[in-house]
């Protein structure tokens, strides 16, 4: 059984539409981030959530994206508007715990948008 | 801005035959992760270091972090077509917050 898992897998969408990736850590860690990797490029951090709240967040974390863990399991990225340059793998991945901040990652979500 | 520059970006060679990853930054970083991510599916952690100087052996896999902590190298003795994939180099910058090399892509031939 996985311990991050998310969905969906693929998803595509039309530029400026709303897109909501989910993550299901199965843990009781309270760290949780997401990733993105645009295709052929480095894996980017977007934002860190911990104790349900926004820790750290980088430049692309803009106002289009916000995070949330509403019932407490699921964790989710929305992208209020998508553009084109969203495309992009997303990871959510969770801390181990174990000594040095070392992450679990899931397996991604394929965003496309056209 | 921190950057990690992973080297080489590819990397094609004989079974058998040993290799090495580099990642070179001017920063200096708490840790240092490497990963390995196959298509379609996300990293996976393959060894921290932590602590300058520091050597960590995985099987096959030597690992090695810089003194001064601002670099790392990956070793793979008689590589195996199995140990294809994309190996990431990450150093830890905040809580969790981690800068990846571009990665080097990694095929074995038998």
Known sequence: EPEVTQTPSHQVTQMGQEVILRCVPISNHLYFYW???????????LVSFYNNEISEKSEIFDDQFSVERPDGSNFTLKI???????????????NTGAGANVLTFGAGSRLTVL | TQL?????????????????????????????????????EGPVLLVTVVTGGEVKKLKRLTFQFGDARKDSSLHITAAQPGDKGLYLCAGEVGQGNLIFGKGTKLSVKP
């Open chain 1, 35 to 45: 990733y993105r990797q645009i295709l052929g490029q480095k894996v980017e951090f």
């Open chain 1, 80 to 94: 209020r508007s998508t553009k084109l340059e969203d495309s992009a793998m997303y990871f959510c991945a969770r």
């Open chain 2, 4 to 40: 990690l520059e992973q080297s080489p970006q590819f990397l094609s060679i004989q079974e058998g035959e040993n290799l090495t990853v580099y990642c070179n930054s001017s920063s200096v970083f708490s840790s240092l992760q490497w990963y390995r991510q196959e298509p379609g």
